[in-house]
């Protein structure tokens, strides 16, 4: 990563999950403390993924709960729609 130029969201995304290649985490964390910019935008991918995992774990408990399924149109669907239908 160049010292000069901002993150992207995909190295900002994958500093946070770790999977950013070794050889870029070093410059990646020496232009996050000199930039103001990517270091909110840091922060702020950082409160995004902790919702979404938040949310994903929220919908895997909901899912198990007695008397309701995960149907076609589900999250795990192919279609990707989000419903929960009652049993009968």
């Known amino acids: ?22 050889m870029e985490v070093a410059p990646f964390e020496m232009h996050v403390l000199v930039c103001p910019l990517c270091l909110v935008r840091l922060a702020e991918t ?24 995960a149907d076609k149109g589900s999250a795990a669907s192919p279609d990707g729609q989000l419903s929960l239908k009652n049993r009968d």
């Open 46 to 69: 950082v409160e995004f993924v902790t919702a979404m995992r938040a949310a994903a774990a929220e919908f895997e408990r909901e899912r198990d709960v007695p008397g309701f399924r």
């Open 1 to 22: 990563m160049d010292l000069y130029k901002h993150a992207s969201d995909d190295a900002l995304e994958a500093y946070i999950l770790r999977t950013l290649p070794e």
